[in-house]
């Protein structure tokens, strides 16, 4: 049950934390570091023919990376395309 309650809290850190971050104009640098932000992911953004291709460098937990997807799904603008991949 602590574990449910602990996992719930986080949740809420990352939500909250990544909308936060996320408020300004989509660059490689926001967008990293809004994502980065969340415990144990680290990425690479890169643009190619209005895509966003984000690449998870690190990811200890996989449960963040919804969370980072999310975040990066608010973010971006709607015009261009989002594409992940993992190294």
Do not use: C, W
């Given at each position: 049950?602590?574990?449910?309650i602990?996992?719930?809290?986080?949740?809420?850190?990352?939500?909250?934390?990544?909308?936060?971050?996320?408020?300004?104009?989509?660059?490689?640098?926001?967008?990293?570091?809004?994502?980065?932000?969340?415990?144990?992911i680290?990425?690479?953004?890169?643009?190619?023919?209005?895509?966003?291709?984000?690449?998870?460098?690190?990811?200890?937990?996989?449960?963040?990376?919804?969370?980072?997807?999310?975040?990066?799904?608010?973010?971006?603008?709607?015009?261009?395309?989002?594409?992940?991949?993992?190294?």
């Amino acid at each position: 049950m602590q574990d449910k309650i602990a996992s719930d809290i986080n949740a809420r850190r990352y939500t909250i934390k990544t909308r936060l971050l996320g408020v300004e104009t989509a660059t490689k640098k926001m967008l990293e570091g809004t994502v980065n932000s969340v415990d144990d992911i680290t990425i690479s953004v890169g643009f190619e023919d209005m895509t966003v291709l984000i690449t998870f460098i690190h990811t200890e937990n996989n449960k963040p990376i919804t969370f980072a997807i999310d975040a990066l799904k608010e973010i971006i603008p709607y015009h261009l395309d989002l594409f992940y991949t993992y190294a």
